[in-house]
């Protein structure tokens, strides 16, 4: 007599559908927390590459150069 076992993709389609059906109802609610966090990490980086490039701004040191050595006919 054979076994009645059932095909291995067929074990896994009914495990994958029996995950989905648990974790389901319980990702609905988690959405808008995990929305907010990437919200908060995006400010966060916008905030960090905003004080980064004033940062970097106010480090560099650029010769003043006066207005009277870029004219053309100045000679």
Same mark, same amino acid.
Do not use: E
């Given at each position: 007599m054979e076994s009645m076992k059932p095909p291995d993709?067929? +074990?896994?389609?009914a495990a994958g559908v029996a995950? =989905?059906?648990? #974790?389901?109802?319980?990702? =609905?609610? +988690?959405?808008?927390? +995990?929305?907010? #966090?990437?919200?908060?990490?995006?400010? #966060?980086? *916008? *905030?960090g590459s905003v004080i980064g490039q004033v940062a970097d701004s106010v480090m560099r040191k650029e010769p003043k150069d006066d207005i009277e050595d870029r004219l053309p006919f100045n000679g």
């Open positions: 993709g067929v +074990l896994k389609v995950g =989905a059906a648990v #974790i389901g109802p319980l990702a =609905a609610p +988690l959405m808008p927390v +995990l929305a907010g #966090i990437a919200v908060a990490g995006l400010g #966060i980086f *916008a *905030a």
